[in-house]
């Protein structure tokens, strides 16, 4: 079986969301040996490439055609892929990549297609121009209705996406499991006692003992929202001393009156994927608000799991994916818009949060999802 990608270039969710998935399923069971198979773009292929055979050697990695417009034509090198491995069934990451192994199926190369669903991509693409293609744009809404209708059996990352399919797509079919974006590797470790938080708070020379420390962890991108996320940190601010921001992101946002205001109250940094958990351990709060559309509505950010295996107590929007209830049932932070009085996080809500992220979202928890997914029950 081949676990194909398109198009997705390596990095923190790479690493969490594919390469940890293909070594898991690898795990559970002997019937299908999972293959990865990716297609990456030209641009500094050999350096990512490197970044992905160091983790997973025994995987395909394969320059596609350049330019996004041009996706169908790596039907060519599938083909031969799928020859020389002989493989008859391929999980699909996306759209694209599902529709490029319904292609195979057509001329019966391949005998069976799941979509592993990241999203609603039809969304994406018009509320946030994520590719700057008309030609894809126009096209998008057939290609997502094909991998869902056409493919043999489906992974959603939330209840959420399976609402919109039904609503977008007239989706009847039960052929389908529910798996979220779960912790990578990295994320599983063994709580730290209390003295080693406050050990690792005061490694820190920008903290002082008294800060009550949020964290932003994420891109630059539009879903991400940091335009409505800087009105309500400038008001939390304003009314709370004590409160300082981590930003963990490689793009910093520009003519910015929160940061104009509050410059000293905010630390920037870039880091590496495996530095990213400490980071987090010291802080209270993990930011995750963001507006209401449907690319965030179908959601399932792996951050939001990061963030509660650290312990955090989380800030995040109404309709956030399945994400906002869990947070209202599991009494793990805060759905805005509310009030929210800050304190630091006390070290047994922190400990319960880590516990509630290894009871639900950690892979081994959805192992009888998995299975059927690789069945096809």
């Known amino acids: 079986m081949i676990y194909l990608t ?28 999972i293959t990865l198979v990716a297609l990456i773009s030209v641009r500094d292929f050999k350096k990512n490439k490197l970044k ?3 983790q997973l050697p025994k995987s395909i990695v394969i320059p596609m055609f350049p330019k996004v417009g041009l996706w169908r034509f790596n039907i060519i090198q599938l ?42 991509y039809f969304a994406e693409l018009t509320e946030y121009n994520v590719i700057d293609n008309k030609k894809i744009i126009s096209q998008i809404k057939n290609i997502e209705n094909k991998a869902i209708s056409c493919s043999d059996y489906r992974l959603a990352v939330s209840e959420a996406l399976v609402g919109c399919w039904k609503k977008n797509y007239d989706y009847h079919s ?14 599983i470790f ?37 335009t409505l996320l800087e009105e309500w940190l400038l008001n939390a601010f304003k009314n709370n001393e004590y409160l300082k921001l ?32 400490n980071m987090l351990l010291i802080a209270d709060y993990g930011l995750m608000y963001r507006e209401d559309t449907v690319t965030n509505q179908v959601a399932s950010p792996v951050k939001f799991a990061e963030y509660l ?3 955090l107590q989380i800030i995040t929007s109404h309709n956030l994916g399945d994400f906002s209830d869990f947070v209202k049932t599991k009494n793990c932070g805060f759905v805005l818009p509310t009030q929210i009085i800050f304190t630091r996080v006390d070290y047994s809500t922190k400990k319960q949060n880590n516990n509630l992220a290894m009871q639900f979202l950690i892979k081994q928890n959805y192992k009888q999802n998995y299975l059927k997914l690789l069945a096809c029950e």
């Not at 390596?10 to 069971?29: A, E, F």
């Not at 020389?84 to 996306?94: A, H, W």
């Not at 003295?195 to 991400?224: H, R």
Request: glycine content about 4%; hydrophobic content about 40%; overall charge positive.
């Open 52 to 54: 992905i055979k160091l």
């Open 79 to 120: 083909f031969f892929v799928c020859l020389i491995l002989n493989s008859k069934q391929i999980i699909g990451r996306g759209a694209f990549a599902t529709n490029l192994a319904l292609t195979l199926k057509k001329i019966k190369i391949i005998k069976k297609v799941i979509f592993d669903a990241r999203g609603a």
């Open 174 to 187: 039960r052929n389908h499991v529910v798996i979220p974006c779960t912790l990578s590797s990295d994320f």
């Open 190 to 226: 063994e709580f730290p006692t209390q003295n080693q938080l406050k050990n690792l708070k005061q490694q820190t020379t920008f903290l002082k003992d008294e800060d009550i420390v949020l964290v932003y962890s994420g891109s630059s991108a539009g879903w991400q929202s940091f």
């Open 309 to 311: 295996s650290c312990g």
């Open 246 to 277: 981590i930003m963990l992101t490689n793009h910093p946002p520009q003519n910015s009156t929160f940061f104009d205001v509050y410059k000293n109250r905010i630390y920037t940094k870039w880091l590496q994927p495996s530095e990213v958990k």
């Open 6 to 33: 398109y198009n997705d270039a390596p990095s923190g969710i790479y690493n969490s969301q594919v390469i940890d998935v293909v070594n898991y399923l690898n795990t559970i069971q002997n019937t299908h040996k």
